[in-house]
C-alpha cells in the first residue's frame, strides 16, 4: 500500500536494505533498488552479475544499483559500471549514505542518472579518504568527504 501510494503521487522511490523484506520484485516497478549482491540473491533470486542485474531492471521495469567490487547500474536498457571505490565502503552505514546520495540527486534529476552520480561520487569520496586512512575511515569521515570530492568533481 506504501508503494501504490508513493506511486500514485509521481513520487520517486529508492529502497535499500531492510526495503527488501517487504516488497516483492512485482511491486517495484518505477523504483530505484540500491541492494548489495546479497540482497539482490535474497530479493530476485539469482546472483547479481551485470547481466542479471541488467535483466531484472528489464523484467521488472526498476532501476537496479548492485553495490559490489564493481558497481553496476541498470534501468533494463542502459547498464553502467562504476569501478571507483575501494573496502572501506563495505562498513556499515556507507550504502546508507549512497541511498541518501541517490534520494538527493533524484530530487532534481531523472532516478537512473541520479543512481550513477551517486554512486560515483560516494566511492570518489571513499578513494580520497583511503589515500589518508587507508580503509580504516568511517561514515563520518564519508560524509565530510563528500562536499570536497563534488567540488573537486564539478571544478
Known amino acids: 500500500a506504501l508503494l501504490a501510494m508513493a506511486k500514485k503521487q509521481n513520487k520517486k522511490i529508492i529502497l535499500d536494505a531492510s526495503a527488501f523484506k517487504l516488497f516483492s520484485p512485482n511491486e517495484?516497478?518505477?523504483?530505484?533498488?540500491?541492494?548489495?549482491?546479497?540482497?539482490?540473491?535474497?530479493?530476485?533470486?539469482?546472483?547479481?552479475?551485470?547481466?542479471?542485474?541488467?535483466?531484472?531492471?528489464n523484467n521488472y521495469n526498476c532501476i537496479i544499483?548492485?553495490?559490489?567490487?564493481?558497481?553496476?547500474?541498470s534501468d533494463g536498457a542502459r547498464t553502467k559500471l562504476n569501478f571507483t571505490g575501494n573496502p572501506g565502503l563495505t562498513k556499515g552505514g556507507t550504502g546508507d549514505i549512497l541511498a541518501g546520495l541517490c534520494a538527493s540527486f533524484a530530487s532534481a534529476n531523472p532516478l537512473f542518472e541520479?543512481?550513477?552520480?551517486a554512486v560515483y561520487l560516494n566511492c570518489s569520496a571513499g578513494d580520497e579518504l583511503m589515500?589518508?586512512?587507508?580503509?580504516?575511515?568511517?561514515?563520518?569521515?564519508?560524509?565530510?568527504?563528500?562536499?570536497?570530492?563534488y567540488s573537486k568533481l564539478v571544478g
Open 114 to 117: 541520479s543512481a550513477c552520480a
Open 131 to 149: 589515500k589518508t586512512y587507508g580503509t580504516a575511515y568511517s561514515c563520518e569521515h564519508l560524509i565530510g568527504q563528500i562536499p570536497r570530492t
Open 28 to 57: 517495484v516497478a518505477g523504483c530505484l533498488l540500491t541492494p548489495h549482491g546479497g540482497e539482490f540473491k535474497a530479493f530476485f533470486g539469482i546472483e547479481g552479475s551485470a547481466k542479471n542485474v541488467e535483466k531484472m531492471a
Open 65 to 73: 544499483l548492485r553495490k559490489g567490487v564493481v558497481d553496476v547500474v
